[in-house]
């Protein structure tokens, strides 16, 4: 397999390394990821600026491209210029959080593999339920098995996988669930402060602990303990509105 790896932690974040070694064992890996951190950029791509690209190396070795991008650059990058075989596979991640509920419209993570899907090949996205002393392990080998599964098996056209693991020790995950979106966001707010020369700025924080009844929600799953896999997809189109919106004789 040829398969291509970003994220957005950047491409010298742990779980982009632990992603790397686990699918190596697969076939050949193309690495191409943001040159610092874009958490939370969403699909954005970069069209006002030029685009820069450097050979990152971790422990000595050779280990990717790093860009001046978004996630969604990145693979665009990749399968259109640096890359002289399409891949089978886009694999963006291992995220540190969640990308759970309505927040996988904001992740980087999850727009590197849309992009991918967009592009016409088979796209997962991997997030681990922490953001403190992260274990990658357990969501490397599962994203292993899950590729695996992904070359036998055929997604349709337009969607990809969205997977989140929780962050406890591999013998205590109970298994895996197929999944829905959770209708859950972050509770946000924006803490105002005056930098040394008295100008205001805000600075957003928040939290994410939403109640979710729905126990077939990815949330949910993660909570109970078990690993979530979401099939999404880039059509936002409300089709059962469309009649009622129709009728609105506009």
Known sequence: MEILITNDDGIYAEGIAALAAALKKMGNVTVVAPDTQRSAVGHAITL???L?????????????????????DCVKLAIKTLMKKKPD???????????????????????G????????????????DTFVRPD????????????????????????????????????????????????????DWFDMRKDPRGQIYYWMDGDFKPKDSDTSSDLNAV??????????????????????LENWKI
């Open 48 to 50: 006002a600026d030029p």
């Open 52 to 72: 820069r690209v450097n050979e990152a190396r971790r422990n000595g070795n050779f280990f990717g491209y790093a860009t001046s991008g978004t996630p969604a």
């Open 89 to 111: 596979l886009v694999v963006s991640g291992i995220n540190l959080g969640a990308n759970t509920g309505y927040n996988i419209l904001y992740s980087g993570t999850v727009s």
């Open 113 to 128: 593999a849309t992009e991918g899907a967009l592009l016409g090949i088979p796209s997962l996205a991997v997030s681990l």
């Open 136 to 187: 990658f392990s357990a969501a490397a080998a599962f994203s292993a098995k899950i590729a695996a599964a992904m070359k036998k098996h055929r997604l349709p056209a337009g969607t990809l996988l969205n997977v989140n693991v929780p962050a406890i020790p591999a013998s205590k995950i109970k298994g895996a669930r197929v999944t829905n979106q959770s209708r859950t966001s972050f509770n």
């Open 223 to 244: 909570r109970a303990g078990y690993i979530s896999i979401t099939p999404i997809q880039f059509d936002l189109t409300d089709y059962k509105f469309i009649t009622e």
